[in-house]
């Protein structure tokens, strides 16, 4: 029966058709921006109020899993597909973040979109995603799922190529879809094996047959690595993370909500979801931690050579994502959804932090034209610095917690932790420390570089922005004391560490607090002194300066590898030889031979009635002749 | 030579001069005219048939064939009408325009 959940995800569709209807040119601009607002901040809103009460529910219930059946889809044969949602800790915790966040990040949207001229459809465009994302968490069967997949995967092209006018910004919406498309064929062909193996595709179901040993019907390896390849689509992993930077074309609310909190995550979410299969599948859940850790570390090098504001940002959510991986690849399902819950809010308090700035500057992105913002806009420097020591792990801000745990059982999990991705993990937080705080530096301290021009127009955000970054600070101050991992480990439960490792936990705690605070001074050291001595790091690395600039030129590799090669074969093989020589080539000939054999009896149509008179005699003489040899 | 066989013969003289006449004759009345000759030597041929062998059958078929031949002058001659209003002649190769 349809209920509360329903709802949930229904209101922001209908925020989406409302605005989507009668705020653009679609239906006229018929409503107003107060309508837009209200439809597309309220609806939000109400779907989150609705998750608190289904949370109540579900604690009432005694956390026995809220099910709803919304919909029957098809009926094929005796399986039958069902919209149904699901609702249980994990769940509970993904919608809470979802319209949590994304109800704030539509507040943040009114004041920073106020003077766009698309309005309305940018919230239309927000609120469909919030939609597909609900439908993707609250999804109880992988179609369903897959479905919100698909779906959030379609608001995030729309809005990345939101300022479509810009062909740039057109262009990374493309490569975002294609990019995830690679990774969408893996899921699928999971899904195809999932369903060829158990007949169902519910998601809850698929974990507790492998509880009891399917693997027997079907290896738990093969749809593992399956759906991974689909999370490291959606998630940004090696080797599809390129088009999250690029990403960044799109207004910075949407790069706050999308490409950091919330859809980006999902690929997590897949995974903590399907954790029975992974339970089962070791070698997938090292191919998983190994990837994650390694995008971390490479995503963290580009990161602190980046000078663009929100690339920067990008590349440091990728690598956020890849510890998130790292803790599902040791098992530590519930401590990868901890980082994801206080990601989200550090992130974006960063993003719409970023936002802010950009907004002051009159759009500027780059860092080398920023510096001695503190002073001017103070409350975004505040939340600023708090996000960034949150997200660098300094205590008792939330990534501390998080992070904490994540490199903890990358280190003593006994479902695959080792010393060697604790040392990887460990770099890569130090360096995380390193490019935030040199951010921090570049952006807000030091001397001013802003062009006099922009200078003049520096302001503080409206407070419908500055609310939401003091709450988001808020958030990611005290998040840390949320226990997710605690909360889920019912559901999700914690694996358990080498008891001989365990004396290192206090350690390994106080040197993770050590790694950030050395961040912090190696960036205070570097960007807080005069500009020539990181100029002068620069000369001495010249060659590892260029490679990070050049983001390892991956995406240089791929253009060579797959771009230019599908570019030959489709002029050469499927246009010039398919398209123009086979197919038209047929064609053409056909209609030449039509046209010569026709000039060639239109001679015997000599208009002479004599002629066809013999012909026709002939053709008599002839005929009894040959009945004459043949009767 | 029998009867039957002088009949036969008279039938196919006149078939071929039919066939004759629309072959090398030029005026299209001519021509019609020449036609009915033909039809006229397959009727003769007809009767000869339907005699020796005592049928009947051959006899009906004759009438059917006048009747169509009647049916057939009564559109072909309106046809010829209207080709002499519009060309002025009854020269055949004057109506050449399909000529492909």
New interface residues.
């Given amino acids: 029966m349809p209920g509360v959940l329903t709802a949930i995800v229904l209101l922001p569709l209908l925020g989406f058709l409302l605005n989507g209807v009668l705020a653009t040119q679609l239906g006229g601009n018929v409503a107003g921006k107060r309508f837009v607002t209200a439809v597309g901040c309220g609806l939000p809103l109400l779907a989150f109020a609705l998750a608190i009460k289904s949370v109540l529910d579900l604690q009432a219930g005694g956390y026995v899993p809220l099910v709803e059946t919304a919909y029957r889809w098809a009926l094929i044969g005796r399986s039958s597909f069902d919209v149904a949602f699901y609702f249980d800790r994990l769940t509970a915790i993904m919608v809470l973040v979802v319209t949590g966040v994304g109800s704030v990040i539509h507040i943040y949207s009114v004041g920073y979109m106020a003077h766009d001229k698309s309005f309305g459809r940018f919230f239309a465009y927000l609120n469909l995603f919030l939609f597909f994302m609900l439908l993707l968490v609250l999804g109880r069967s992988l179609l369903v799922l897959f479905v919100g997949w698909e779906g959030v995967g379609l608001a995030s092209y729309l809005l990345i190529g939101f300022w479509f006018d810009d062909l740039a910004n057109a262009r990374a919406g493309k490569k975002a879809f294609i990019t995830n498309r690679v990774g969408d064929a893996g899921f699928l062909l999971g899904m195809f094996v999932l369903y060829q193996a158990f007949g169902t595709l519910d998601m809850d179901r698929i974990n507790a047959a492998f509880g009891v040993g399917a693997a027997a019907v079907v290896p738990a390896t093969l749809v593992g690595v399956l759906l991974f390849i689909g999370a490291t689509g959606k998630s940004a992993q090696i080797p599809l993370h390129v088009w999250l930077p690029d990403a960044m074309a799109g207004p910075t609310p949407v790069s706050a909500l999308i490409h950091a909190a919330t859809m980006v995550t999902a690929g997590v979410y897949l995974v903590a979801r399907m954790s029975g299969v992974y339970l089962q599948a070791p070698e997938a859940s090292m191919l998983i931690a190994v990837i994650g850790v390694a995008t971390a570390f490479f995503a963290a090098t580009i990161a602190i050579t980046q000078t663009d504001i929100k690339k920067v940002l990008a590349y440091s959510t990728i690598s956020q994502l890849g510890f998130m991986f790292l803790a599902l690849g040791v098992g530590a399902y519930g401590v990868a959804i901890f980082h994801l819950v206080t990601h989200a809010f550090f992130k974006a308090c960063l993003f719409l932090g970023a936002g802010s700035v950009i907004h002051a500057l009159s759009g500027e992105q780059d860092m080398r034209k920023m510096g001695g913002l503190a002073r001017k806009i103070p409350v975004t420097f505040v939340t600023f610095a708090v996000a960034t020591a949150a997200i660098a792990g300094i205590p008792p801000l939330a990534g501390f917690f998080s992070k904490d745990e994540i490199l903890w059982y990358a280190f003593a999990s006994t479902q695959g932790g080792s010393p060697l991705l604790w040392l990887v993990a460990a770099a890569t937080a130090l360096m995380t420390a390193f490019y935030m705080f040199r951010l921090l530096w570049l952006t807000f301290l030091g001397n001013s570089r802003v062009d006099p021009e922009v200078e003049h127009h520096v302001h503080e955000s409206p407070l419908s922005m500055t609310g939401v970054l003091v709450l988001l600070a808020v958030l990611s101050a005290v998040g840390g004391f949320i226990a997710v991992p605690h909360f889920l480990a019912p559901q999700l439960p914690l694996p358990a560490v080498h008891e001989e490792l365990e004396h290192f936990e206090t350690p390994l705690l106080v040197l993770s607090v050590v790694l950030a605070l050395v961040g912090l001074a190696a960036a205070a050291f570097v960007f807080g002194g005069p500009p020539a001595r990181a100029e002068g790091l620069r000369r001495r690395f010249a060659g590892l300066h260029r490679l990070l600039t050049g983001k390892y030129f991956i995406d240089e590799l791929y253009e060579r590898l797959i771009g230019e090669p599908l570019v030959w074969v489709s002029d050469r093989v499927f246009l010039r030889l398919g398209d123009r020589r086979i197919l038209d080539g047929t064609l053409d000939g056909m209609a030449a031979l039509g046209r010569r054999g026709g000039a060639l009896?239109?001679?015997?149509?000599?208009?002479?009635?004599?002629l066809y008179?013999?012909f026709v005699?002939l053709g008599i003489v002839g005929a009894l002749l040959w009945s004459w040899h043949h009767v | 030579m029998d009867r039957t066989q002088m009949l036969l013969a008279v039938a196919i003289g006149l078939f071929s001069l039919g066939?004759l006449g629309?072959?090398?004759r030029?005026n299209v009345l001519v021509?019609l005219m020449c036609m009915e000759l033909m039809l006229n030597g397959v009727n003769l041929s007809l009767v000869t048939f339907a005699q020796q062998t005592a049928t009947t059958a051959g006899a009906v078929l004759v009438f059917l064939t006048f009747v169509v031949a009647t049916a057939e002058i009564a559109l072909a001659i309106p046809i010829v009408l209207l080709l002499v209003r519009d060309k002025r002649t009854l020269d055949?190769?004057a109506?050449?325009?399909?000529?492909?």
């Fill in positions: 009896l239109g001679r015997v149509q000599t208009g002479s009635l004599h008179a013999w005699a | 066939l629309v072959i090398v030029r021509m055949l190769d109506y050449s325009d399909l000529k492909g």
